[in-house]
């Protein structure tokens, strides 16, 4: 605390010397004129490239965000860097100028704050960035963060032979967050990147995706376990005997994390696809992550299905090889129908359906037919198999109407939907029950 109070009062005595002295308002003027250089370039760095000015919205390339925020920060950046070659001329000639150390620490302070409002999109780490790394920022530009250091090392507890002092938790906190924040924006952003590839199909988006999650994830824990002071060299030399037992525990994980790559590999899943699960649950794949895959349903669920299921139980992948797809309507009609005719009927009403595929140029074995099925009890069992692009089902309920096209154009012409009838007979009607 001593030293904190010397320092400050020294600081004190050299603003009031500063200020009577002429070389300081130069001084002033010069900083000045930097920082007017500096937006002055800016400005034509900007109107001279479109990617730094040219506002971008949600649909555009993340390079093209990332270099309209960089045009934000550029004249902060480049004062900056006139203030810092201005510094080292000072130094190189042999004068210790406070003002100049005072507006390079304002310099820093200012493009950081710029930073932090045009790279940070999430209130909380803003907030933490203002409240937290600025101040920190300011006293290591002022020098006065080392002595702050010290401080805080001397207020320390010991528990058995472990050490635990308040700079090492604040160090391991401060550093922990900022590495999951840097961790988190930079798979956001490699993988916003990595899916604008059209070069690449689908599939390879996604396994270069899972993988460039799964390295950073690796980073990011490495660094942290390195700001903790755990020696990595150290943890080797454990970690493959603790490998086997975690191995064991976690092979569900493992499976699952396998089988996504391999899904992703030899490309039977993409992103689309509609699928139909050994359980009987359909859905349309919306996401590939490391241990499951999303399914969305027609009624909005989620489902969280483990890779592993599609690996080792039947799949039906409805959109795997062409969109069309061949579906069936079934009904009945009395004995006494004239069935030649009902088809043709039928077939015509069908093949109006705008979804449906019909006409000319549509192949024969693709245009609604109808058949007989089977003799019923109560009459003929008919169905008509049509063909439409996509599912039946959702947006595409084309089964819905087809049944009701079905029952109108029997109702035109007069044919009724036979109901099941049983006929009773009388075998003795001379026979009487006892009692």
């Known amino acids: 605390m001593n030293h904190l109070s010397e320092t400050f009062n020294e600081l004190s ?32 760095i900007k109107r001279n490239i479109s990617a730094l000015h040219l506002k971008s919205d949600e649909n555009s390339h993340p390079l093209r965000k ?57 209130p909380f780490a803003a907030h933490l960035f203002k409240w937290i790394g600025l101040p920190i920022l300011f006293l290591h530009v002022v020098e006065l963060l080392n002595p702050l250091i010290l401080i805080l090392k001397d207020i320390s507890i010991e528990a058995g032979n472990v050490n635990i002092s308040a700079y090492g938790f604040l160090r391991v906190l401060i550093f922990g967050l900022l590495l999951f924040w840097l961790g988190r924006v930079s798979n956001n952003f490699g993988k916003a990147i990595i899916k604008k590839q059209l070069a690449l199909d689908v599939p390879t988006r996604e396994v270069f995706t899972k993988l460039f999650e799964v390295s950073l994830f690796c980073i990011i824990v490495l660094l942290l376990l390195n700001v903790m002071g755990i020696n990595l060299t150290t943890l080797a030399v454990f970690g493959g005997a603790l490998g086997v037992g975690i191995g064991l525990g976690l092979q569900s994980i493992a499976s699952n994390f396998v089988s996504g790559i391999i899904i992703l590999l030899d ?166 029950p006892a009692g």
Request: glycine letters at 6%; charged letters at 20%; hydrophobic letters at 45%.
């Open 13 to 44: 005595r050299i603003i009031v010397t500063a200020l009577n002295e002429p070389q300081t308002y130069i001084q002033f003027v010069v900083v000045a004129s930097l920082y007017s250089l500096a937006y002055v370039i800016a400005l034509y």
């Open 66 to 122: 990332l270099a309209f925020n960089i045009g934000i920060i550029l004249a902060p950046l480049l004062g900056l860097f006139f203030i810092k070659i201005a510094y080292q001329v000072v130094m190189t000639l042999g004068y210790d100028s406070w003002f100049i150390r005072f507006i390079l620490a304002v310099a820093v302070l200012l493009f950081f704050y710029s930073a932090i409002t045009t790279f940070v999109t999430s």
């Open 267 to 432: 490309k039977s899943l993409t992103i689309g696809d509609y699928v139909e699960l050994d359980n009987g649950q359909t859905g349309f794949v919306r996401e590939f992550r490391m241990r499951y895959t999303v399914l969305e349903t027609y009624d909005g669920k989620d489902l969280l299905v483990p890779n592993e299921m599609f690996i080792s139980d039947l799949l039906v992948n409805w959109s795997h090889k062409d969109p069309k797809q061949r579906y069936k309507v079934e009904f009945s009609v009395p004995y006494a129908t004239d069935v030649r005719a009902m088809v043709e009927y039928i077939k015509e009403a069908v093949a109006e359906h705008p979804q449906v595929l019909s006409g000319d140029e549509v192949a024969l074995e693709e245009r609604p037919d109808c058949e007989i099925e089977s003799f019923g009890d109560s009459g003929i069992n008919m169905f008509v198999e049509f063909w439409m692009i996509g599912i039946d089902d959702g947006k595409n309920r084309v089964g819905g109407d087809l049944m009701l096209i079905i029952f109108e154009t029997l109702r035109k012409h007069n044919i009724e939907i036979p109901f099941p009838q049983r006929e009773v007979r009388i075998l003795n009607p001379e026979h009487k």
